[in-house]
């Protein structure tokens, strides 16, 4: 059993900043292609920001610039480091992770963040 666990979502005023973290844990033999998603009301989930499995970063056009991707592969973590943040930033923010176990590989979800940031 794997599980993601967030932090940090919280209501802030445009222009502020945030930091989310995610700490995967269970039966982990590797992780692979961790990163964030994040899903405004009446939208779809999207990519935030993430890690490939070979370790490049992919950003979305819309917070190149002010989102940072970071990962402990000691810690099984993987942070978001969010400035110059916008109304339209304003979603739940969920942390995923393709997780490799003694028995398989699959993709897993945490249970996601509120980010409220206000104009």
């Known amino acids: 059993q794997v599980k993601l666990v967030e932090s940090g979502g919280d209501s802030v005023q445009a222009g502020g900043s945030l930091r989310l973290s995610c700490t995967a844990s269970g039966n982990i033999i590797s992780i692979n292609a961790m990163g964030w998603y994040r899903r405004a009301p009446g939208n779809e989930r999207v990519l935030v920001a993430s890690f490939t499995t070979g370790g490049a970063t992919n950003y979305a056009d819309s917070v190149k610039g002010r989102f940072t991707i970071s990962r402990n592969d000691a810690k099984n973590t993987v942070d978001l480091q969010m400035n110059s943040l916008k109304p339209e930033d304003t979603a739940v923010y969920y942390c995923?992770?393709?997780?490799?176990?003694?028995?398989?590989?699959?993709?897993?979800w945490g249970q996601g963040t509120q980010v409220t940031v206000s104009s």
């Open positions: 995923s992770a393709v997780v490799a176990t003694t028995l398989y590989e699959n993709r897993y």
